[in-house]
């Protein structure tokens, strides 16, 4: 045994720091048993991670292709085993520079402002810890004050700009996280931020006062970083930089919630255009004629006509579809986006002549090349899923890659170092393979640890007998009867999760004519608020989509029973699943099993998890999809969930509602 993994195991032992230090600490095996295989993957750097040792690395891949890379670890462990703990202490202890990724913002700061202190209170000398976002959540000094000297008309924007104004002069970080008196989602908080594409970098009038900088110099000289899994990747695929100038420096990267880390890195290898986008280079040029460049009429004239082009391509892509391909063949689309693109090159044409005059419009100049180099790929589609999404008076196309399992590879062999991942949630019917295909992890160490919570005691998983199919007519006034009668067994305390919003609302409809208890729905208010909100009422019932499937830890009595509609299959028709399956057939293999069903097991679970959270929980899982139980590969679904109590007998699931 290692110096590492002896301090780690008197640490989380019944005598060690956590034990005597933090209330309620109780040791357990499976946490102990995670924290020596972290320890075994940072010590196994120095020996088979380490990017400079590359005669010792090529010999081992020559002597064993198979070889199992032992500084790469792979753990799923179960709810309540106390992973975060179980990597934590390790990471503090080694003396690694270490990355610790989440999968959300709200991890991130759970992590930074109540795990990460409890712990370091309990080191005589606590290493230096940083929080690190992406560059939205910081305020910028620059675009602030440039949005408040030309206002916009609607007076609600203008009042949460003002609110935002009030509070920068006060905040130390800049972090948008600290502003309570602004909406959650609010455009105020991208107006007062800046982009990639619009930030003017040493060159800033503000620079000196930049909120991202102090944060990235902080994290520089940190010895933990906690980031989030946006914010890895977006610094992969250089959209940030910045921060990834400093990620050679780490050698032990840790990524929670790692489950999320496929979708999250095919979102940020993608490549988009937005009409935002287009619409600030418009405005850009319509602000400096009027202004600092009165002597170019052109720069008007060439505003407008990018503005009039984006119009036009948004009315044509309006209500026809999400697949560019099929959007392809209409030739009314095809030559509204050759429009865009020839007012693009006009805008090029005009700001030219005029470059060092003004340091926005310099900035469009230099961002309209890779523009145009984007929307060129839509006229000539290549092997992507090309995707477009329409909202309210605003588009965004977007080029996503099928696959990021070679670009992950390139961050190991380029990092070196040691990688671990870890989730409740990373395995189909007691497999990696399909993770470690999607991220490239060829040879990892593989460990499963099961919860330790009693599910054969703690919940029943019922699939109830003669519920439709959920593609019929019918299913949502069947599922909302079965709801019905379970929601009054337990007196609310239920959560709903559904995989549409249209399925949501038939059912929330029904219900809401039914129930004496409390419904709220999603959409009612932020996912935060709803939360809170069911947890105060005490007799509530939340409906809820996939925001709702993961992430969300309710304990106690607020909570007994957790229904969900049908089984979370992506929809063959979504463009990149689509892409992804074509892939699978031209190499003659069975997409449905290969991209659909593995995806869909995952989900469950994250949604079955939902149900127990601790040792006292108790509840029943009610799955209205008789797939499950008729179909071939239901039995993979069920290998996959926790050793569950279970049954076909509605009466049984009320009956034990009814207990509670």
Known sequence: MSRLAKEVALALGPDGMLASGISGYRPRAVQQQLAAQICAAIDAKSSDGNSSDTENRQGKRAASKNAVAT???????????????????????????????????????????????????????????????????????????????????????????????????????????????????????????????????????????????????????????????????????????????????????????????????????AESVSSRTLAEISRELERAYFSSLRDCRQLQAAGQRLKAAYAELYEQLLDRGSDWRQLLQNPEVVAALERVIEALQFCHSVIKPQLGRDEMVDNCFERLPLILQRLQRFLTPSQQALTVECHRNHFVLRSCPLSVAEHCRDFYRRFG?????????????????????????????????????????????????????????????????????????????????????????????????????????????????????????????????????????????????????????????????????????RRNGDPFHEVLLPQAVIALKQGVGRLIRGEQDQGVMVICDPRLVHRPYGKLFLTSLPPMARTRELAHAIARLREL
């Not at 110099?217 to 899994?229: G, M, P, S, Y």
């Not at 059912?507 to 809401?512: E, H, R, Y």
């Not at 996912?527 to 309710?554: C, H, I, P, Y």
Request: hydrophobic content about 40%; glycine content about 8%.
């Open 417 to 585: 170092g040691s990688w671990v991942f870890t989730s409740a949630t990373l395995t189909v019917g007691g497999s990696f393979q399909h993770f470690s295909r999607q991220m490239g992890l060829d040879n990892a160490k593989e460990l499963i640890l099961d919860s330790p919570f009693d599910y054969q005691r703690q919940s029943l998983l019922c699939v109830p007998r003669d519920l439709p199919e959920p593609h019929l007519i019918n299913a949502p006034e069947q599922i909302a009867k079965v709801a019905e009668q379970l929601i009054e067994a337990a007196d609310g305390r239920t959560f709903m999760l559904f995989t549409s919003y249209r399925v949501m609302h038939q059912v929330g409809l029904i219900l809401s004519r039914r129930l004496s208890q409390p419904l709220l729905v999603q959409g009612q208010g932020s996912k935060r608020t709803m939360l809170t909100k069911f947890q105060q009422l005490g007799n509530a019932v939340l409906l809820g989509t996939s925001s709702f499937w993961e992430g969300v830890d309710v304990r106690g009595r607020a909570l007994c029973c957790v229904i969900i509609d049908k089984l979370p299959f992506a929809s063959p028709d979504d463009p990149l699943i689509k892409a992804r399956s074509d892939e699978v057939m």
């Open 71 to 269: 500084n790469r670890l792979l753990a799923e462990a179960g709810t309540g085993i106390g992973k975060t703990f179980a990597y934590l202490i390790p990471a503090l202890l080694s003396g690694r520079k270490t990355v610790v990724s989440t999968g959300s913002k709200n991890l991130q700061d759970q992590l930074y402002f109540k795990d990460v202190p409890a712990i370091l209170s309990l080191f005589p000398q606590p290493p230096l810890v940083a929080l690190l976002k992406g560059r939205s959540n910081y305020l910028c000094h620059y675009h602030l004050n440039r949005r408040l000297a030309d206002l916009p008309e609607d007076p609600q924007l203008v009042d949460q700009l003002m609110r935002l104004r009030a509070w920068s002069s006060g905040t130390e970080s800049g972090d948008f996280a600290e502003v309570t008196s602004v909406p959650e989602g609010s455009v105020a908080f991208s107006m007062a931020g800046s982009s990639h594409d619009n930030c003017l970098g040493k060159r800033c009038p503000e620079y000196d006062r930049c909120c991202l900088k102090a944060a990235r110099e902080k994290a520089h000289q940190a010895d933990l970083v906690v980031i989030n899994h946006h914010l890895f990747f977006a610094d992969m695929a250089l959209k940030e930089g910045g921060f990834g100038e400093i990620l050679p420096e780490f050698e032990l990267f840790l990524f929670d919630e790692a489950h999320q880390l496929p979708d999250v890195a095919l979102n940020h290898f």
